[in-house]
Every structure is written in structure tokens, then in C-alpha cells.
């Protein structure tokens, strides 16, 4: 059983700055690969970023992340991390942090969701 818990959510304006993190509970965090999905209102949820087990590993990213986005972890600290520059009004959004036992891409490949923060760009 992995718990997973968002933070680093917030308002930003366009073309601003947020770091999310997501801490992970047990001693198992390096045996599953991480990822960050969002959904905004009235959407489906979709896939923006995943990693494999091992920190400094294999990266995947929507395009619409590519080169804005970049996603980490630290397995010392059972953490991943979520970068977001140059934000945009349309990456406005719930986003999750989620676990699986290979890079979790799509919705179906998630284990383990965390419950989600808020992030906000405004025009």
C-alpha cells in the first residue's frame, strides 16, 4: 500500500513558476515508477508526466509538458516532483500524483492516486 500527498499547488499568474511535490508513505516508494496527471473541469483526467524507479531514470511527458515541464524524484526522501515554467491559463487544473509498477501514462496504468491539488494560472 503506497499513500500519496500533494502540495505546491497554488495561483500563479501566465508564464509564472510551481514546483508540486508529492510525498509517498512506506518504505516501498523505489519500487514503483511516479507520475502527475491533471484534470481541469468538465475533462477527462490526462496524462502530463511520469518517471521510472530510480531517480535520475527515464522521463515521459505529454506534449503539451514538453520542455515547460520537468518531473523528478528523490528516493531518499520517497518524494517526486513536478517542475512547471512558463505557465499557461490552460494548464489551469487539478493535478495527481500517482504510482505504478511501470510508468503510469495512462489512466489504466495508475495503482495509487494521491487526492490532487489545485493549481491556478490566471491571464
Known amino acids: 500500500q503506497v499513500q500519496l500527498v500533494e502540495s505546491g499547488g497554488g495561483l500563479v499568474q501566465a508564464g509564472g513558476s510551481l514546483r508540486l511535490s508529492c510525498a509517498a508513505s512506506?518504505?516501498?516508494?523505489?519500487?514503483?515508477?511516479m507520475g502527475w496527471f491533471r484534470q481541469a473541469p468538465g475533462k477527462e483526467r490526462e496524462f502530463v508526466a511520469a518517471i521510472i524507479r530510480w531517480s535520475g531514470g527515464i522521463t515521459y511527458y505529454a506534449d503539451s509538458a514538453k520542455g515547460r515541464f520537468t518531473i523528478s524524484r528523490d528516493n531518499a526522501k520517497n518524494t517526486v516532483y513536478l517542475q512547471m515554467n512558463s505557465l499557461k491559463p490552460e494548464d489551469t487544473a487539478v493535478y495527481y500524483c500517482?504510482?505504478?509498477?511501470?510508468?503510469?501514462?495512462?489512466?489504466?496504468?495508475?495503482?495509487?492516486w494521491g487526492q490532487g491539488t489545485q493549481v491556478t494560472v490566471s491571464s
Open positions: 500517482s504510482a505504478g509498477a511501470r510508468p503510469p501514462t495512462l489512466v489504466t496504468m495508475v495503482d495509487y
Open positions: 512506506g518504505r516501498t516508494f523505489s519500487s514503483y515508477a
